[in-house]
């Protein structure tokens, strides 16, 4: 090929509008499309960043950038959020509409997906709208051909009046012409194809425009504003008059108020005038595909179709579900104890050299304990729990994407979610949230009502991450397994905790709807993505790269401060005791009555920078230590335990409230950055810290009435 790539990074970009041109000479582009058409790979392939690349809809929700180089010019490539349109009634389409409208790309590149053109057809009508500078790359056409699609693409592009290219971007296929394509586009401008709606509208259309086009100063496609203005979008109203720097409804008022008279003696409000327009839009896009699509039944449609009656059946879709994630589960217990104890070895073999270097320099005691006993050793201890599951479940997970699973996960879920008065998509939110919370979080950008994404993000915690498995795991293994199939019943059991953490987020999802977030539940589309081999290779460095080590570097972030603090806290001495003592002491009543002690409140409190510590902190303060302690098996620990008044209820107690509590710090601050509120993120603190507790207590109490002496 011709180009070489060349990157310089990816992340979130403003909405706004502008890219920063190194030089004159570089051309900027943007990359548009609906969610899962494999925009995103032709993105990694151009410019050579390895982005993520869902296969769900609405992965991408932020844009990312890159370049690459064509001919000895530079050409910056921005990846713009997955939508279905640029109606922009949710955050991902006003980023992209904003973007193609205002941010002075010199052309918009529309990737569709081959195997159903004719749904992807109504974005790039909406961006021929905007823009003439548009090429349609129409990706995936090794999936169309193995669904027996034929595509007459030079038929397509005589149609829109732009340059259509054909590819296959998972396979490289098609990328040399679509450069070279761009290319052409940047330097001749195409002649696209007119949309053509009602005669009102386009009566009313003709009489704004030649008063809105001086206005537009050549910026911005005056038939499209005049379009908008009738459909009285205010934000994009707002940031057109922002960008000319004008006052468009004050300049406007006049001709809008004459147009809009007219409109309605022909008894046309604002509702009927959208659905008119959508209307228009979906009629030209099967005008347009009509005779380029060309389809018959093979068999890997026919295999596709006999998958999805089983694994989306009512009947059999949601043990199938339960019984996939009890089988990965126990995948991860399994894999997970020979890498952490070899990683805890090693670790902590590091610490003692540390301590000698320590000693060798004559640091002060006080020095070596909150850098080495408090920092490097808590440190040490979260390293050696996460990274090992971590690194086998979520490569499991990515696998599931890959494959195309999760949007069936969605589908089988959704059902319940709409019980719930909530959106469906909050099942694929549910799922990131098994990871990381805080990576679920981020993932409800993916909703589009507000509504339903706050709810989404206050239940998210609902489900446990991957700090909180290993709690729940080692209280399993100690209490409620025996020495036969430990592996199985742990799984069993951990999967029973899961599945209690679901219905939780069912319920309360719904409680929400009924009191503070009333509201009707939104529809959405959901595509079914075909079953795709995973690119295994990929996969592996994809889930290592982008998510165990982002995930394992956060919580090394928030975990090195807290160890000192920890240090602190058991080596400073009031009166009799350390303030670890003091504190766990105050508590001790209220642990009581949630049917724990004070000591284990204390730990999930000061656990709150990562739940990986909680465990530790029990350890150090039952024993009186200065420093985080470890043992060199589970019935150690359950000994001491149990010297400390543990009992099958406390064990039970402790599990509920690990499974419903207050989010980590890292959840809490991506909360506050998602939902720009911190009355929400208050609320998504106390809300499963609340119910954790009630629940504890009513198990607790109740117990204790028909199990007297626990």
Aim: aromatic letters at 8%.
């Amino acid at each position: 090929m011709g180009l070489t790539a060349n990157s310089t990074g990816s992340g979130a970009i403003d909405t706004g509008l502008h890219i920063q041109r190194g030089s004159v000479q570089d051309r900027v582009i943007g990359l548009a499309g609906n969610p899962n058409v494999g925009k995103s790979t032709v993105f990694n392939a151009l410019t050579g960043l390895n982005q993520h690349t869902g296969n769900w809809p609405g992965k991408t929700v932020t844009n990312a950038q890159g370049n690459y180089q064509r001919e000895g010019r530079n050409y910056i490539l921005v990846d713009l959020p997955g939508t279905y349109s640029l109606l922009a009634h949710s955050a991902e389409e006003e980023v992209a509409r904003d973007f193609i409208c205002f941010g002075d790309a010199d052309a918009t590149v529309v990737v569709c997906d081959a195997t159903c053109l004719e749904r992807n057809l109504n974005l790039v009508l909406q961006t021929i709208e905007i823009t003439p500078n548009v090429v349609v790359c129409v990706n995936l056409l090794d999936e169309a051909e193995k669904k027996g699609i034929q595509l007459d693409l030079k038929e397509l592009s005589n149609r829109l009046g732009v340059p259509v290219v054909g590819t296959s971007a998972r396979k490289g296929k098609g990328l040399e012409q679509l450069t070279q394509t761009i290319e052409t586009c940047v330097m001749n401008q195409p002649k696209p194809m007119k949309v053509v709606y009602t005669t009102p509208i386009e009566q009313a259309v003709a009489k704004l425009e030649p008063v809105v086009s001086p206005l537009t100063q050549g910026k911005i496609n005056a038939r499209w504003l005049s379009l908008k203005l009738l459909e009285q979008d205010e934000i994009l109203i707002q940031t057109a008059s922002e960008y000319l720097q004008i006052d468009l409804q004050k300049e406007l008022e006049l001709p809008l108020r004459e147009v809009w008279e007219q409109l309605k003696l022909e008894h046309i409000g604002s509702e009927k005038l959208r659905d008119d327009m959508v209307s228009c839009l979906v009629t030209a896009a099967g005008l347009v595909s009509s005779g380029v699509v060309h389809s018959q039944q093979t068999v890997k449609t026919r295999r596709d179709r006999k998958i999805d009656r089983i694994l989306t059946n009512r009947w059999t879709g949601i043990p199938l579900m339960i019984l996939l994630l009890l089988g990965i589960f126990w995948i991860t217990i399994t894999g997970a104890n020979y890498p952490s104890q070899l990683l805890s070895t090693g670790l902590f073999w590091i610490q003692d050299r540390l301590t000698d270097f320590f000693m060798w320099i004559g640091a002060p005691d006080w020095l070596h304990g909150i850098l080495v006993l408090g920092v490097y050793r808590v440190l040490a201890w979260v390293v050696s729990v996460m990274l090992p599951p971590m690194a086998i479940f979520f490569p499991l997970f990515t696998l599931l994407e890959d494959l195309g699973y999760l949007p069936r996960v969605a589908f089988n879920l959704d059902h319940f979610f709409k019980k719930a008065c909530t959106c469906g998509k909050q099942a694929l939110t549910m799922c990131m949230g098994f990871g990381c919370n805080a990576a679920g979080i981020v993932g409800c950008r993916i909703i589009d009502s507000p509504r339903e994404r706050l709810i989404a993000m206050i239940t998210n915690s609902f489900v446990p991450c991957n700090g909180r498995f290993p709690i729940l795991i080692s209280i399993i293994t100690m209490f409620f397994v025996g020495s036969q199939f430990q592996s199985f019943t742990a799984t069993l059991l951990l999967t029973g905790m899961i599945v209690l953490g679901i219905a939780m987020t069912f319920w309360v999802s719904r409680l929400l709807s009924k009191t503070i977030l009333k509201g009707i539940p939104s529809s959405f589309t959901l595509e079914l993505p075909p079953y795709r081999r995973p690119q295994i290779g990929k996969v592996i460095v994809r889930s290592l790269l982008d998510r165990t080590i982002f995930v394992l570097g956060r919580a090394v972030a928030v975990a090195a401060p807290a160890g000192a603090i920890l240090w602190i806290m058991a080596n400073v001495t009031v009166g009799d005791a350390t303030l670890l003592a003091h504190c766990s002491n105050f508590l001790d009543p209220f642990g009581h009555l949630l049917g724990m002690d004070g000591t284990i409140l204390l730990a999930f409190i000061l656990g709150w920078p990562a739940n990986e510590i909680v465990v530790p902190i029990i350890i150090m303060a039952y024993m009186c230590s200065n420093s985080i302690m470890e043992f060199e098996s589970l019935l150690d620990l359950k000994t001491l335990l149990v010297d400390h008044g543990w009992t099958w209820l406390t064990a039970i107690c402790t599990m509920l409230f690990c499974l419903m509590h207050w989010p980590c710090s890292t959840t809490c601050f991506t909360i506050k950055k998602e939902s720009k509120s911190w009355k929400w993120t208050i609320i998504s603190f106390l809300t499963p810290t609340l119910i954790g507790m009630a629940c504890c207590f009513v198990v607790a109490n109740i117990s204790r009435i028909f199990v007297p002496g626990i």
